[in-house]
């Protein structure tokens, strides 16, 4: 493919997507069409069919795409020498805020055993970070307690971070991200 295809290509992809997010704005992505997508970007259906085969394409595409953005932002905190789990958290809680829009449409589903959250909740971030906070006292736990402490974990943290994107709740990525790491490593009893 020469490198013109490979923009045409992704300016329609990227069109795509755009206007699915718009249309999701309105509807659930069950009951977008893939006619009406198609006339919301103004891409022709054989142009569609030469790329996806539903809507529910396009939108594991975007989610896809924001894992790997959250995993680069990990990695990225990483290979910086920032190994403190909580700036690292802080990270991810700041771009979740700046794509707030985005996240918004991701996080309606309250349903964490499928789509977009199922993908969050086995990210590399995620997996990674329980390991470490679950191994951070110095005790070892053994491999079932390991598995309900990172379910624990990880459906707390997905719903605190839920509400404060869906509800717009007035607090800063650096409170949020203290509050997660707080809990997932204290529990709640704050300090005194």
Not at 90 to 117: A, N, V, W
Not at 137 to 166: C, H, V
Request: with cysteine.
């Amino acid at each position: 493919m020469g490198e013109k295809q490979n923009q045409r290509v992704a300016l329609t992809k990227r069109l795509l997507q755009e206007s699915l997010l718009q249309l999701m704005k309105e509807k659930n992505i069950q009951n977008i069409s893939v006619k009406e997508l198609c006339e919301a970007s103004g891409i022709n259906r054989s142009t569609f069919y030469n790329h996806y085969t539903r809507p529910e394409d396009v939108l594991s595409e975007i989610e896809n795409s924001v894992i790997a953005d959250l995993n680069s932002i990990w990695e990225a905190q990483y290979e910086e020498g920032n190994w403190r789990m909580d700036k690292r958290i802080e990270m991810l809680c700041i771009y979740i805020k700046d794509h707030q829009d985005l996240f918004q449409l991701l996080l309606r589903d309250s349903d964490t055993s499928s789509g977009f959250p199922a993908l969050l909740m086995d990210s590399t971030h995620v997996r990674i970070s329980h390991d470490q906070i679950l191994t951070s006292d110095g005790k070892e736990e053994s491999p079932e307690s390991k598995k309900l402490m990172a379910t624990f974990i990880s459906n707390g943290s997905y719903y605190l971070i839920r509400q404060w994107i869906l509800e717009d709740i007035p607090k800063t990525p650096k409170e949020v991200g203290a509050m997660i790491y707080y809990v997932s490593t204290h529990g709640w009893n704050p300090p005194k």
